[in-house]
């Protein structure tokens, strides 16, 4: 089966791939993605336990961008960094 990996590489790579269904937590849609990709490999490993697809990827990006930029989000994991160097 010839299909282009969706996983958020962006890399589209018409190979033989063997593609696993998995469902978007946020709206609900099914898509297909590599199983070969780091994505599905996460997955399968029990590292994440849930799947957002593209379209909510972004619009979660675009969000946390934008708290970013208006200064309301402080970023906690970046503040650890910086105390744990002094
Ligand atoms: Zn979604």
Do not use: W
Not at 8 to 25: A, D, F, P, Q, T
Not at 56 to 62: G, I, L
């Amino acid at each position: 089966m010839k299909a282009p990996c969706l996983c958020y590489n962006g890399r589209k790579s018409y190979r033989e791939v063997i593609l696993v269904k998995v469902k978007c937590v946020l709206c609900d849609i099914i898509e297909n993605i590599d199983s070969n990709c780091l994505q599905a490999k996460r997955l399968r490993n029990r590292r994440i336990h849930m799947y957002i697809c593209k379209t909510c990827y972004a619009r979660v990006e675009k969000n946390t961008n934008e708290r970013h930029a208006s200064g309301n989000f402080k970023l906690y994991r970046e503040k650890k960094k910086k105390n744990h160097l002094i």
